[in-house]
């Protein structure tokens, strides 16, 4: 055999791709370094590069960048080098992105000036037409709330704001702690309301934040006596705004008092007695994700079919009650011989008849459920019945009756009777902020008292810890604890069974928890409920 066949004698090198360009290698050994977060290596590339007057890319700039500024300890010299590829990057006429500015923004902080990000981001995103992102302010804001420079940190919210970037978690916490330890009490309500608006359960972090300042002086100074401000004013903009708030400043005077506590199934806080109330969400907000929804629906449903209930709900806007009438059919039939319950929705739709003086609700089912129900001689007398009612609303073939109720319920404002939890696809694809709107969360009283929920792990909303914050003290056996630091389970007990003990303390709130399927049945399982324009001032009870 001829030796230069042979391919163990003379194995083939392993040949580099051929489209593979300096600039390409260049790339690729920055990326190795990006992800090992190797720095020194990286400038070694960069030095390489620069001696071999090699061409350098946006990409290659914002690599590098990217390692200056993500450095866990930022030395001056980094922080410097990294101001040098910066301005290498400008004088070679190469456009920075939001990526870039986001960096030169971090180095800028990593050396404490706020003053120097702020500007870089503004003055770039104002001449190469750049979009910002909440992480590229993020790096000023944090500056300057580190530094107590209160005005600077409003001013780049400002700035956020009217760029359409809204503030989230973090960052409405950090200018809550500024807001508290300059003692601006009235900032301090306003990004109070911000975080209610924007997260439905605060981190510890955020929850040691607000505990703090409710038990600094300066919070017992903010708010009034309750001959200053007038009771029904209160109570209207807390129904104007859904329940739950009403924004109109701090109310009452005097100490507050900080503990942990839960909430119970029936929304009473073991803290201080008070009753929680579901929130709606505002009536612009209620149009616009109306209007998200008929979008959705009509993208991936027979446009025919949601269309048309669309224009019949325009028609029949009368209704103060829509129920899923699957789910509820199906409450509870979980076992072997259970199937849907026509008698047991039928139970519902009398209960809300008779609640309602004498108004029909709007029962949602898909057209084959109705086909088949009909085929029984005895549910189809009731069907008939609640179509000649105008209490029933058959989904077409092909759709999903979910749009529908879920519409019903936003577009009329009323209540909702359903046992969904609202977890599968179509809520995913509507996003998350409205629903929690729908359930318990941070709550403002028209007595001026907060509850706060905390973020944790827990099986069930019953086990959730929440920051009860209230100026009315409770005394004797069980005093509410005023240290947000104490043991969680100590104070948790003692103020559910002060709860438990105490039956002067009851909650006077006009707007109270919704009825739920579950109570209408005659079962105390807490779910998930809608909302509805009037509500009676007690809650309502099965007798």
Request: include cysteine.
């Amino acid at each position: 055999m001829d030796e230069t066949s042979n391919p163990v004698a003379h194995p083939r090198k392993k040949k580099a791709p051929r489209n593979q360009t300096a600039q390409s290698q260049l790339q690729s050994a920055l990326a190795t370094c990006t992800k090992a977060n190797d720095l020194p290596t990286a400038l070694s590339l960069y030095q390489n590069a620069l001696s071999q007057n090699l061409h350098l890319t946006p990409s290659h700039f914002n690599s590098l960048l990217y390692l200056c500024s993500s450095s866990h300890d930022p030395s001056i010299s980094t922080v410097e080098t990294g101001f040098q590829i910066f301005d290498r990057m400008i004088a070679a006429s190469i456009a920075p992105s939001e990526a870039t500015l986001t960096a030169v923004a971090r180095l800028a902080a990593a050396k404490s000036d706020g003053d120097l990000a702020f500007r870089l981001i503004k003055e770039n995103a104002s001449k190469y037409g750049i979009l910002l992102r909440l992480r590229t302010y993020g790096p000023a804001l944090f500056a300057f709330c580190a530094k107590n420079e209160a005005e600077k940190a409003y001013e780049v919210e400002e700035e956020m704001i009217a760029n359409g970037v809204s503030p989230e978690e973090v960052e409405i916490s950090g200018l809550l702690k500024v807001s508290a330890e300059m003692g601006r009490g009235d900032k301090v309500y306003v990004y109070l309301q911000k975080m209610r608006n924007a997260v439905k359960c605060v981190k510890e972090e955020t929850a040691e934040v607000i505990g703090t300042w409710f038990k600094n002086e300066a919070a017992a100074e903010v708010g009034g006596l309750s001959s200053d401000w007038n009771v029904g004013s209160v109570q209207e903009a807390v129904l104007r705004n859904g329940g739950g708030w009403h924004g109109l400043g701090w109310l009452g005077t005097g100490r507050w008092y900080v503990c942990r506590s839960r909430v119970g199934i029936d929304g009473v806080c073991g803290c201080c007695g008070e009753r929680l109330v579901c929130v709606d969400a505002g009536k612009e907000e209620t149009v616009r994700f109306a209007g998200s929804i008929v979008e959705l629906a009509m993208e991936r449903e027979a446009k025919s079919g949601f269309g048309e209930f669309k224009e019949w709900l325009d028609k029949h806007a009368e209704y103060e009650a829509v129920v899923d009438g699957a789910n509820i059919g199906f409450y509870q039939q979980n076992f072997a011989e259970g199937r849907f319950s026509l008698s047991q929705l039928n139970t519902v739709v009398k209960e809300l008849y008779e609640r309602s003086q004498k108004k029909w609700p709007l029962v949602l089912l898909h057209t084959k459920r109705v086909r088949a129900l009909m085929e029984i001689p005895s549910n189809r007398e009731l069907i008939e019945e609640w179509r000649a009612r105008g209490a029933l609303y058959t989904t077409p073939t092909g759709s999903n009756d979910d749009w529908y109720w879920l519409y019903a319920a936003v577009k009329l404002k009323c209540l909702l009777v359903t046992n969904d939890e609202m977890r599968d696809h179509i809520f995913e694809l509507l996003g998350s902020s409205f629903f929690l709107k729908w359930k318990e969360r941070h709550q403002e009283s028209e007595k001026g008292s907060w509850h706060i929920p905390i973020e944790g792990e827990c099986g069930s909303e019953e086990l959730r810890t929440w920051l009860c914050i209230t100026r009315r003290k409770i005394d004797g056996p069980g005093e509410i604890p005023i240290s947000l630091d104490a043991h969680l389970n100590g104070p948790i007990a003692r103020c559910n069974q002060k709860a438990a003990d105490c039956g002067t303390i009851v909650a006077e709130n006009d707007i109270q928890n919704f009825s739920t399927a579950s109570q209408l049945l005659g079962d105390k399982t807490s779910v998930v409920t809608g909302k509805r324009k009037d509500r009676s001032p007690s809650p309502p009870r099965l007798q």
